[in-house]
C-alpha cells in the first residue's frame, strides 16, 4: 500500500569549518564529475587524442553554468533580473538595508542550460577541430547521467516541486510548511534520466558507428524533453505568472520551450540532411 513520505532533509551536506556544502551543489559535482568520467572513456575509446579532451570540461562548465542562468533570469524571473543585472550575474543576493550577500546562483533552467552547452561545444570545435557532430553525440551519452543528479539536488532542496497527490501517497515537503502529500516530480525526472542515461549506454555499445551521426544528440534531447513535457504534467509551475499561460493554452513555459528541442532531437534521430552534412564523412 502506497504511503506518504515526510520530506525534510537539511539542505546542507556537510560542513568543514567555515566550508559549507549544500546538497545541490554536491549533486552538481557529482554529475558533472560522472558525465566527465563517460565522454573520457568515449574519447579514449574513439582514439581522440587527449590534447582535444583536456579543454572540453572547461567549455562545457562554463557554458552549462551561465546558459542555466540566464535562461532562468531572462525565461522565468526577466522583469527582476533586468533591474537587478548584479544577481544575474553573480551569486549574490541585494539586501534590503543596503549591501550584498553571497547566496549562491538561486535559479537555474535546463533548457538554457542545454542551448548554452551546444552554443559552448560549438566553440570548442571551432578550437580543436573535432568533428561537431561526434562531439554532440558523445556529450549525449553522458548528458542523462548529470541531469539526473541535478534533479535529486532539487529533490534535496524541496524546490520545483510537483502538484497535490489528493491521496495518501506522495512526498510531505516538510520544509515548505506543508502537510499534505505532492508528486515527487524532481524524482519522476532523476529515475527517467537515469534510464537513458543506462539505454543510451546500450545503444552505443551495440552500434559505436552511430557517434558523429546525430543519433545519440537526437536521442538525448528528445527523450528528455519529451519527459520533461510529460512530467510537467504532474509539477506545480515555477512562475506565478504562468498560471494565466497553462489557462490560455494549456502548456507551462517549461513545456513550451521542452518543444523546439524536441523538434531538434527528432530531426536528429531520424538522419536530417544538415546532421549528414556536418557528421564526418
Same mark, same amino acid.
Given at each position: 500500500? /502506497?504511503?506518504?513520505?515526510?520530506?525534510?532533509?537539511?539542505?546542507?551536506?556537510?560542513?568543514?569549518?567555515?566550508?559549507? =556544502?549544500?546538497?545541490?551543489?554536491?549533486?552538481?559535482?557529482?554529475?558533472?564529475?560522472?558525465?566527465?568520467?563517460? *565522454?573520457?572513456?568515449?574519447?579514449?575509446?574513439?582514439?581522440?587524442?587527449?590534447?582535444?579532451? !583536456?579543454?572540453?570540461?572547461?567549455?562545457?562548465? *562554463?557554458?552549462?553554468?551561465?546558459?542555466?542562468?540566464?535562461?532562468?533570469?531572462?525565461?522565468?524571473?526577466?522583469?527582476?533580473?533586468?533591474?537587478?543585472?548584479?544577481?544575474?550575474?553573480?551569486? =549574490?543576493?541585494?539586501?534590503?538595508?543596503?549591501? @550584498?550577500?553571497? %547566496?549562491?546562483?538561486?535559479?537555474?533552467?535546463?533548457?538554457?542550460? %542545454?542551448?548554452?552547452?551546444?552554443?559552448?561545444?560549438?566553440?570548442?570545435?571551432?578550437? %580543436?577541430?573535432?568533428?561537431?557532430?561526434?562531439? /554532440? !553525440?558523445?556529450?549525449?551519452?553522458? %548528458?542523462?547521467?548529470?541531469?539526473?543528479?541535478?534533479?535529486?539536488?532539487?529533490?534535496?532542496?524541496? +524546490?520545483?516541486?510537483?502538484?497535490? $497527490?489528493? $491521496? !495518501?501517497?506522495?512526498?510531505?515537503?516538510?520544509?515548505?510548511?506543508? $502537510? &499534505?502529500?505532492?508528486?515527487?516530480?524532481?524524482?519522476?525526472?532523476?529515475?527517467?534520466?537515469? *534510464?537513458?542515461?543506462?539505454?543510451?549506454?546500450?545503444?552505443?555499445?551495440?552500434?559505436?558507428?552511430?557517434?558523429?551521426?546525430?543519433?545519440?544528440?537526437?536521442?538525448?534531447?528528445?527523450?528528455?524533453?519529451?519527459?520533461?513535457?510529460?512530467? +510537467?504534467?504532474?509539477?506545480?509551475?515555477?512562475?506565478? @505568472?504562468?498560471?494565466?499561460?497553462?489557462?490560455?493554452?494549456?502548456?507551462?513555459?517549461?513545456?513550451?520551450?521542452?518543444?523546439? &528541442?524536441?523538434?531538434?532531437?527528432?530531426?536528429?534521430?531520424?538522419?536530417?540532411?544538415?546532421?549528414?552534412? /556536418?557528421?564526418?564523412?
Amino acid at each position: 500500500m /502506497l504511503a506518504s513520505i515526510l520530506w525534510n532533509p537539511d539542505i546542507m551536506a556537510f560542513k568543514a569549518g567555515p566550508l559549507e =556544502v549544500r546538497w545541490y551543489a554536491l549533486f552538481w559535482c557529482i554529475g558533472l564529475a560522472l558525465a566527465y568520467i563517460v *565522454v573520457y572513456k568515449l574519447y579514449r575509446r574513439q582514439q581522440i587524442p587527449q590534447e582535444k579532451f !583536456d579543454p572540453l570540461f572547461l567549455y562545457c562548465f *562554463v557554458g552549462i553554468l551561465a546558459g542555466a542562468r540566464l535562461g532562468h533570469c531572462l525565461l522565468y524571473e526577466p522583469g527582476y533580473f533586468l533591474t537587478h543585472p548584479v544577481e544575474m550575474l553573480l551569486p =549574490v543576493k541585494m539586501l534590503p538595508e543596503g549591501g @550584498w550577500r553571497c %547566496t549562491g546562483y538561486m535559479g537555474l533552467a535546463s533548457h538554457g542550460g %542545454t542551448l548554452g552547452l551546444i552554443i559552448a561545444l560549438w566553440l570548442y570545435v571551432r578550437k %580543436t577541430g573535432v568533428n561537431l557532430m561526434r562531439v /554532440l !553525440d558523445n556529450i549525449a551519452i553522458a %548528458t542523462p547521467i548529470a541531469a539526473c543528479c541535478i534533479r535529486l539536488g532539487n529533490l534535496m532542496n524541496s +524546490e520545483i516541486v510537483g502538484k497535490p $497527490t489528493g $491521496t !495518501d501517497y506522495g512526498f510531505v515537503f516538510g520544509r515548505l510548511g506543508e $502537510t &499534505f502529500p505532492r508528486h515527487p516530480g524532481q524524482l519522476y525526472e532523476a529515475v527517467a534520466y537515469f *534510464v537513458f542515461f543506462l539505454v543510451g549506454l546500450w545503444l552505443y555499445r551495440r552500434r559505436p558507428n552511430r557517434v558523429g551521426t546525430g543519433f545519440f544528440f537526437g536521442f538525448c534531447l528528445s527523450s528528455i524533453f519529451l519527459f520533461r513535457l510529460f512530467v +510537467e504534467l504532474f509539477k506545480e509551475v515555477q512562475e506565478p @505568472w504562468e498560471q494565466g499561460m497553462v489557462a490560455a493554452i494549456g502548456l507551462n513555459q517549461g513545456q513550451m520551450l521542452s518543444l523546439p &528541442f524536441i523538434a531538434v532531437g527528432l530531426y536528429c534521430l531520424l538522419g536530417g540532411r544538415l546532421c549528414r552534412r /556536418l557528421g564526418e564523412k
